[in-house]
């Protein structure tokens, strides 16, 4: 007797049992964490700070800078003298002596020193009152009286076309000698005294 059937259906596909689904990941909260947050935060702080020296950098850089104040002038640019009146005195004397009176000047705001004040004229010495070195005031003048002793006559000019004076000056910039023509009337005066002193020697 033959014996046919059917035996139980069998699935289809995998029969095996599915894994569970992974566990979804937990948020750390532990140190490591906290300490990732405190790395984060402290390189921000970093860039920023880094950011606000750059722009710091850049405006100090570019911004306009101020005109540096002019140089100030040599002195003999800045300073002038003016002959006033001369006067003969002691033309008896073994050594003649005649004084003239002089006006030292400034144009600029800033002082000047009379180092010392000399003639070219080898029979001729000279002194000052007040004494050198003296100074005049920025923008102000000072009267200079010049006593000339005749040493040598015959050494000493007679008839001065231009006489000049040597001045040596200082102010803030520089030493500077120079020489000033202080004019025709001065001129006409030292050839005058000059005469007198001289002269009377002679007779």
């Known amino acids: 007797m033959a014996v046919s059937g059917i035996g139980p259906v069998e699935p289809d596909g995998d029969t095996r049992p ?3 689904p992974p566990d979804a990941p937990h948020p ?3 140190p490591s964490a ?3 947050r405190r790395h984060r935060r402290t390189a921000a702080a970093t860039l920023l700070a880094l950011a606000v020296l750059a722009g710091g950098a850049l405006l100090h850089f570019t911004r306009p800078r101020p ?3 002019p140089e100030s ?8 003298f003016r002959y006033l009146y001369m006067q003969v005195r002691d033309t008896g004397a073994r ?15 800033a002082p000047v020193t009379v180092l010392g004040i000399s003639q070219p004229y080898a029979g001729l010495s000279l ?13 102000g ?11 040598e006559c015959g050494r000493a000019p007679r008839n001065a076309g231009l006489p000049f004076l040597d001045v040596t000056l200082r102010n803030a910039r520089a030493k500077e000698a120079h020489s000033y023509i202080l004019g025709a009337r001065y001129a006409r005066d030292l050839s005058t005294a000059l005469e007198v002193a001289c002269g009377n020697r002679n007779r």
Request: glycine share 6%; charged share 25%.
């Open 18 to 20: 599915l894994d569970p």
């Open 67 to 69: 005109e540096p104040p």
């Open 73 to 80: 002038r040599f002195p003999s640019q800045t300073t002038s």
């Open 141 to 151: 003048s000072r009267k200079i009286a010049v006593t000339v002793r005749v040493t």
């Open 95 to 109: 050594s003649p002596e005649f004084e003239f009176t002089i006006q030292a000047l400034t144009e600029s705001d």
């Open 28 to 30: 750390r909260s532990g």
């Open 34 to 36: 906290r300490t990732t």
């Open 127 to 139: 002194t000052s009152r007040p004494t050198t070195p003296l100074r005049v005031n920025g923008g």
